[in-house]
């Protein structure tokens, strides 16, 4: 292997094809081909990545004002973020969720998936105010729903995640109603299941809408009250809102169960998707309950005596010096983090105009209400294209095959991501959509210019299809 001013390339394609023949997640193996396999006009939206802060301002107001690296910043540190970071972490949680937030509740770890099993593990520990999690207890997400839950609830912990499926047709179409999670918690009891979790993504992922404060306020108050569920939700979004929103976004910290419930109700954040920093794994847990806070402190209580989980995927000294510099930087004698959030959703915006025109214009549909949210992503439609082909062939990707896909769904993303298209899309199968034919595309993976020249190609594409 060599390294590039692009960072790691491997040898050769042989090698590389190698790797990705042995990668799991199917959005971690487009990642890994676009990197180091793809042809240099190949336009990955697959990812949930945010390109867009880095070179507005980023570079210049932060990475490029830092020298590597303090001696300080060489040597251990707290694994789940030494108390200055976590205070101003606290601190940007608490202006983005409209309510104060107490250090002492947050904690961090490397990435967003560690927060979730972290807070599993917790919840698997006496102490919690109900019952202890035990292995094969289910959590209940809706679907479609980001596919790394099930790395951090069953991997480890055991858990079992349960998909409710959201209705993909009618009025109420792919809309989160509380008797659909009712419905679903009783029919796991009848089956003699225990539903002991509910994972809420808010903005959704992939649909990118934000829950209705009403439609939180109804469902907290019935798990809360009539479950003996604990509720986490991922807030990992909750910067990427789109200007005049009209269903602005709600954290649960500040929902009316909030006050009574707050030790079953956990919020996860990181800076892997506002910020655009999804390289660095970092990942915040906000909890009030003692279990969650000893799983990531360590306990000294003689009967479980644990050393903090975090120790395993830390808050490094690397990243509490880089993000610290971020958290402590400024633009034009304002907060670095407050412009740059600011900043965010003007960019943000202007993309998401840019690629729904060049969307509406090529006749590509996807699910979206006016005013709604979108965070990053459109949830494209394209089962009116499914089980159509075209009459020249398409190459496939070398082995990026994921098992249990449906077969259109399939042929429809080699057909769009091979050449002359080379668009990559995520298929909705990953995110246990329940329907074939919805495929993600992330409009902050690239430039705005790139994502809608990539409609304009998939545009051609389809209209080939017959
Ligand atoms: C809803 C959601 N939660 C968590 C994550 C993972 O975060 P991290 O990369 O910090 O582990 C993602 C990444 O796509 C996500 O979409």
């Given at each position: 292997?060599t390294m590039?001013?692009n960072g790691?390339?491997?040898?050769?394609?042989?090698a590389?094809?190698?790797?990705?023949?042995g990668l799991s997640d199917?959005?971690q193996?487009?990642?890994f081909?676009?990197?180091?396999?793809?042809p240099?006009?190949?336009i990955?939206?697959?990812v949930?990545?945010?390109?867009?802060?880095?070179q507005?301002?980023m570079d210049?107001?932060?990475?490029?004002?830092?020298?590597?690296?303090?001696?300080?910043?060489i040597?251990?540190?707290?694994?789940?973020?030494?108390?200055q970071?976590?205070?101003?972490?606290?601190?940007l949680?608490?202006?983005?969720f409209g309510r104060?937030?107490?250090k002492?509740?947050?904690?961090g770890?490397?990435?967003v998936?560690s927060?979730?099993?972290?807070?599993?593990?917790?919840?698997m520990?006496?102490?919690?105010g109900?019952?202890?999690?035990?292995?094969?207890?289910e959590?209940?997400?809706?679907?479609p729903?980001?596919q790394?839950f099930?790395w951090?609830?069953?991997?480890?912990?055991k858990l079992?995640?349960v998909?409710?499926?959201?209705?993909?047709?009618?009025?109420?179409?792919?809309?989160?109603t509380?008797e659909?999670?009712?419905?679903a918690?009783?029919?796991?009891?009848?089956?003699?299941?225990?539903?002991?979790?509910l994972?809420?993504?808010?903005p959704?992922n992939?649909?990118?809408?934000?829950?209705?404060?009403?439609?939180l306020?109804?469902?907290?108050?019935?798990?809360?009250t009539?479950t003996?569920m604990h509720?986490v939700?991922?807030?990992?979004?909750?910067?990427?809102?789109?200007?005049?929103?009209?269903?602005?976004?709600?954290?649960a910290?500040?929902?009316?169960?909030?006050r009574?419930f707050?030790?079953?109700?956990?919020?996860v954040?990181?800076?892997?998707k506002?910020?655009?920093?999804s390289?660095?794994?970092t990942?915040?847990?906000?909890?009030?309950n003692?279990?969650?806070?000893?799983?990531m402190?360590?306990?000294?209580?003689p009967?479980?005596?644990?050393?903090?989980?975090?120790w395993f995927?830390?808050?490094?000294?690397?990243?509490?010096?880089?993000?610290?510099?971020?958290l402590s930087?400024?633009?034009?004698?304002?907060?670095?983090?407050?412009?740059?959030?600011?900043k965010?959703a003007?960019?943000?915006?202007?993309?998401f105009?840019?690629?729904?025109?060049a969307?509406d214009?090529?006749?590509?549909?996807?699910?979206?209400?006016?005013g709604?949210?979108s965070?990053m992503?459109?949830?494209?439609?394209?089962t009116?294209?499914?089980?159509?082909?075209?009459?020249?062939?398409?190459a496939?990707?070398?082995?990026?095959?994921?098992?249990g896909?449906d077969?259109n769904e399939?042929?429809?993303?080699?057909?769009?991501?091979?050449?002359?298209t080379?668009?990559?899309?995520?298929?909705g199968?990953?995110?246990?959509n329940?329907?074939?034919?919805?495929?993600?595309?992330?409009?902050?993976?690239r430039?705005?210019?790139?994502v809608v020249?990539?409609?304009?190609?998939?545009?051609?594409?389809?209209?080939k299809?017959t």
């Open positions: 292997m590039t001013e790691l390339r491997l040898d050769s394609p042989e590389a094809a190698d790797v990705l023949a199917f959005e193996a487009l990642a081909y676009h990197q180091h396999l793809a240099d006009t190949a990955n939206l697959s949930a990545e945010n390109v867009l802060l880095y507005q301002s210049a107001d932060v990475f490029k004002k830092i020298r590597l690296i303090p001696e300080r910043n040597q251990y540190m707290a694994a789940a973020g030494v108390p970071l976590r205070q101003q972490v606290a601190d949680l608490g202006r983005a104060i937030v107490s002492d509740d947050v904690f770890c490397a990435g998936s927060a979730l099993e972290c807070i599993a593990f917790g919840l520990r006496k102490g919690t109900t019952p202890a999690l035990k292995p094969k207890d959590v209940l997400i809706p679907a729903y980001w790394g099930n951090s609830f069953e991997e480890r912990p079992k995640c998909p409710v499926n959201l209705p993909t047709e009618g009025k109420g179409r792919y809309r989160l509380r659909l999670l009712i419905e918690y009783e029919a796991r009891q009848k089956a003699g299941r225990r539903p002991r979790l994972v809420l993504t808010n959704h992939p649909l990118g809408v934000n829950y209705d404060k009403e439609l306020e109804d469902v907290y108050n019935w798990a809360m009539y003996d509720i939700s991922d807030e990992i979004y909750c910067h990427s809102q789109l200007n005049g929103t009209t269903t602005p976004f709600t954290s910290v500040t929902l009316e169960a909030y009574e707050a030790e079953r109700i956990h919020v954040w990181g800076f892997a506002d910020f655009g920093l390289g660095f794994r990942g915040f847990v906000l909890s009030r003692p279990a969650v806070h000893r799983v402190l360590g306990s000294k209580d009967a479980e005596r644990t050393h903090p989980l975090p995927t830390p808050f490094d000294s690397l990243k509490t010096y880089v993000l610290g510099e971020l930087a400024h633009h034009d004698g304002e907060r670095y983090t407050t412009y740059a959030m600011k965010y003007g960019l943000l915006s202007d993309s105009r840019a690629v729904k025109g969307l214009q090529a006749g590509i549909k996807y699910v979206h209400r006016d709604d949210n965070a992503f459109f949830w494209l439609d394209l009116e294209y499914l089980g159509k082909r075209a009459d020249h062939g398409h496939e990707l070398p082995v990026i095959g994921p098992d896909l077969p399939e042929w429809l993303f080699n057909y769009l991501a091979a050449k002359p080379e668009v990559t899309l995520l298929p199968g990953v995110m246990h329940p329907v074939p034919g919805f495929y993600r595309l992330c409009f902050t993976a430039p705005s210019r790139d020249d990539a409609v304009g190609r998939m545009a051609a594409a389809l209209g299809l």
